[in-house]
């Protein structure tokens, strides 16, 4: 059994770790730390856990995550630099669902997120856990630096026209909606439901903090020696409380003879990536809940542009689940356990 730690327990994404690993066969969850928590049985802030855990939260502890086989961080940006060290060192491996190793470029990541690295020697070492790109890495990785909500809607959606050279890299454009809870769990007037419901908006149209981790994934992908991608990402805010819709557009560089058997051959032995049949669109409430991504692609009226569509649930193929995959794969366990369940519909 993987005993597993969580650092920022009382957030989505900590209690979509704590929904998800109730139900793993391989894990159980030994430790939970919340400074604000700190006593409070985990059921009593999460009641649909009463039953799954007898839990209490804890302050963050280097010596009690030590004993973990692994931990998430599920906390926001620069707190996991300030534990990484003691936890690396102890050969402790961390599955960090937070942006602080995501982005190699230190500079890059310090001007977006407006602070200091605490950790930048370990940046290098971390793995980028997009497994449907990185599978081998991840499998021998101490560090693995789970993706973004969004980068990881684009990455899948970009991936196969990228990888085969087929469009402008220079002029890529992402049109992407997130659910409310992509903001994580914070009381802001900005996401109030009087301010949400029955609207739709875009925000961080000058610069969002996803692009740079984006553009370097995509980069990533692209044969070697090809200059760095340039995307137009805007973001928008959906009257929904979860779920990721990304609208991607590309110039093809020439004629592609069947761009649906493209995808569905990238991805035909992806268990968490599903290719629609040609002429159908994805809805965000057909991965409610689930680790899957689900894309459709076309070119309309054959003109040169390529549109592909792309949905997750920002909370678990966006996050948690991914973690979770990310964990399977570590462990060398069936990629897809604890993760199997079909969306929640209505």
Same mark, same amino acid.
């Given at each position: 059994?993987?005993?597993?730690?969580?650092?920022?327990?009382?957030?989505?994404?900590?209690?979509?770790?704590?929904r998800l690993l109730?139900?793993?066969?391989?894990?159980?969850?030994?430790?939970?730390?919340?400074?604000?928590?700190?006593?409070?049985?985990?059921?009593?802030?999460?009641?649909?856990?009463?039953?799954?855990?007898?839990?209490?939260?804890?302050?963050?502890?280097?010596?009690?995550?030590?004993?973990?086989?692994?931990?998430?961080?599920?906390?926001?940006?620069?707190?996991?630099?300030?534990?990484?060290?003691?936890?690396?060192?102890?050969?402790?491996?961390?599955?960090?669902?937070?942006?602080?190793?995501?982005?190699?470029?230190?500079?890059?990541?310090?001007?977006?997120?407006?602070?200091?690295?605490?950790?930048?020697?370990?940046?290098?070492?971390?793995?980028?856990?997009?497994?449907?790109?990185?599978?081998?890495?991840?499998?021998?990785?101490?560090?693995?630096?789970?993706?973004?909500?969004?980068?990881?809607?684009?990455?899948?959606?970009?991936?196969?026209?990228? =990888?085969?050279?087929?469009?402008?890299?220079? %002029?890529? #454009?992402? +049109?992407a909606a997130s &659910?409310? !809870? *992509?903001? $994580?769990? /914070?009381?802001?007037?900005?996401?109030?439901?009087?301010?949400?419901?029955?609207?739709?908006?875009?925000?961080?149209?000058?610069?969002?903090?996803?692009?740079?981790?984006?553009?370097?994934?995509?980069?990533?992908?692209?044969?070697?020696?090809?200059?760095?991608?340039?995307?137009?990402?805007?973001?928008?805010?959906?009257?929904?409380?979860?779920?990721?819709?990304?609208?991607?557009?590309?110039?093809?560089?020439?004629?592609?003879?069947?761009?649906?058997?493209?995808?569905?051959?990238?991805?035909?032995?992806?268990?968490?990536?599903?290719?629609?049949?040609?002429?159908?669109?994805?809805?965000?409430?057909?991965?409610?809940?689930?680790?899957?991504?689900?894309l459709s692609v076309?070119?309309?009226? =054959?003109?040169?542009?390529?549109?592909?569509? %792309?949905? #997750?649930? +920002?909370?678990?193929? &966006?996050? !948690? *689940?991914? $973690?979770? /995959?990310?964990?399977?794969?570590?462990?060398?366990?069936?990629?897809?356990?604890?993760?199997?369940?079909?969306?929640?519909?209505?």
């Amino acid at each position: 059994m993987i005993k597993v730690g969580i650092v920022g327990g009382t957030g989505y994404t900590g209690v979509e770790l704590l929904r998800l690993l109730a139900m793993h066969p391989e894990a159980e969850v030994t430790a939970i730390t919340s400074r604000a928590e700190a006593g409070k049985p985990v059921a009593d802030l999460f009641p649909n856990l009463r039953g799954h855990y007898t839990l209490t939260f804890s302050e963050p502890s280097a010596k009690v995550l030590s004993a973990c086989d692994v931990v998430f961080f599920a906390t926001p940006h620069g707190v996991a630099q300030a534990m990484m060290n003691d936890l690396y060192e102890a050969g402790v491996r961390v599955i960090d669902l937070s942006a602080d190793f995501r982005i190699k470029d230190i500079a890059v990541w310090e001007q977006w997120y407006g602070q200091k690295h605490g950790c930048p020697e370990l940046v290098a070492k971390a793995i980028y856990g997009l497994p449907e790109v990185n599978r081998e890495a991840i499998k021998g990785a101490q560090l693995v630096a789970c993706p973004g909500c969004y980068p990881t809607s684009i990455q899948l959606g970009f991936l196969p026209l990228l =990888e085969n050279d087929l469009i402008e890299a220079d %002029s890529l #454009i992402a +049109n992407a909606a997130s &659910g409310i !809870s *992509g903001a $994580g769990r /914070q009381g802001k007037v900005d996401f109030l439901l009087a301010e949400n419901s029955d609207s739709f908006r875009a925000y961080g149209v000058a610069g969002h903090r996803h692009l740079p981790e984006i553009e370097q994934g995509l980069q990533a992908l692209q044969p070697q020696g090809r200059s760095a991608p340039k995307l137009t990402f805007v973001p928008h805010l959906l009257p929904t409380i979860r779920g990721i819709h990304s609208t991607l557009y590309a110039r093809l560089k020439g004629r592609v003879d069947d761009v649906q058997a493209l995808y569905e051959q990238r991805f035909a032995k992806e268990p968490f990536v599903d290719v629609l049949p040609k002429g159908t669109f994805p809805q965000t409430r057909t991965v409610k809940s689930t680790n899957m991504c689900r894309l459709s692609v076309l070119e309309p009226q =054959e003109r040169g542009t390529v549109v592909v569509m %792309s949905v #997750i649930d +920002n909370l678990t193929k &966006g996050a !948690s *689940g991914q $973690g979770i /995959q990310n964990m399977n794969i570590m462990f060398g366990l069936e990629e897809t356990l604890g993760l199997s369940a079909p969306a929640l519909l209505p």
